[in-house]
């Protein structure tokens, strides 16, 4: 018994250091049957251990997940909400546009679909939503700005650039065009909310992978 539960978690680490690769390679749409092949395993095999593709992507993005959601921690630690909040999202935009297929994982969890509290989604929700919240509370985001809107923005940028030929650099242009329109609106003097300009961006945003 217990050499059936060693050869079980050798087959599993085999499998997912293929996955790793194969999803590098050729992102959500990675063969099964060919991880299958490379890992020396049957395609049964494969499936006992992740059941379906998004099972399998999850695993693969597990630990770059778990680097975004302490980066998340350390960040709420931080005096400035507003660059708090906007250091993570460029981190996680960066991060998203490098990883093939991850951007894929993240689109498979539309804002009408509660994500598990295990999955990507899940986990990152858990790790942003304090950061957004503060940011909210500092009067320095819009209050209607939700996960949900910066998660379709994110995976939107991503998407959108991964196959551009730098594609860092357009998704982080494309980000800091984005930015100004989670800034509230500013009352104008005689005028109400929603009559003035948005408020201008400050801070910057650092060139650098979670």
Not at 46 to 57: C, G, I, K, N
Not at 102 to 122: K, R
Not at 137 to 166: C, M, N, Q, W, Y
């Amino acid at each position: 018994m217990t050499g059936d539960r060693s050869d079980a978690r050798r087959n599993y680490q085999r499998i997912l250091a293929v996955a790793e690769a194969e999803v590098a390679a050729h992102g959500a749409q990675a063969s099964q049957e060919k991880i299958a092949r490379t890992a020396g395993v049957g395609s049964a095999t494969v499936r006992r251990h992740f059941p379906t593709r998004r099972a399998l992507l999850e695993a693969v993005f597990q630990e770059r997940v778990e680097g975004l959601c302490e980066r998340a921690q350390r960040l709420s630690a931080t005096e400035d909400g507003r660059t708090a909040l906007l250091e993570w999202l460029h981190a996680f935009v960066l991060y998203a546009v490098s990883a093939r297929g991850f951007a894929h994982v993240l689109s498979y969890e539309p804002p009408t679909e509660e994500p598990s509290p295990n999955s990507c989604g899940g986990r990152i929700e858990a790790a942003a939503t304090p950061l957004i919240q503060r940011a909210i509370r500092d009067k320095a985001v819009a209050p209607h700005v939700t996960f949900h809107d910066l998660l379709t923005l994110s995976v939107g940028i991503a998407l959108a650039t991964e196959h551009h030929t730098a594609p860092d650099i357009q998704a982080s242009r494309l980000f800091r065009l984005a930015v100004e329109g989670l800034s509230p609106e500013q009352r104008t003097a005689g005028g109400t909310a929603g009559s003035g300009p948005s408020a201008p961006v400050t801070g910057s945003l650092p060139n650098e992978h979670v």
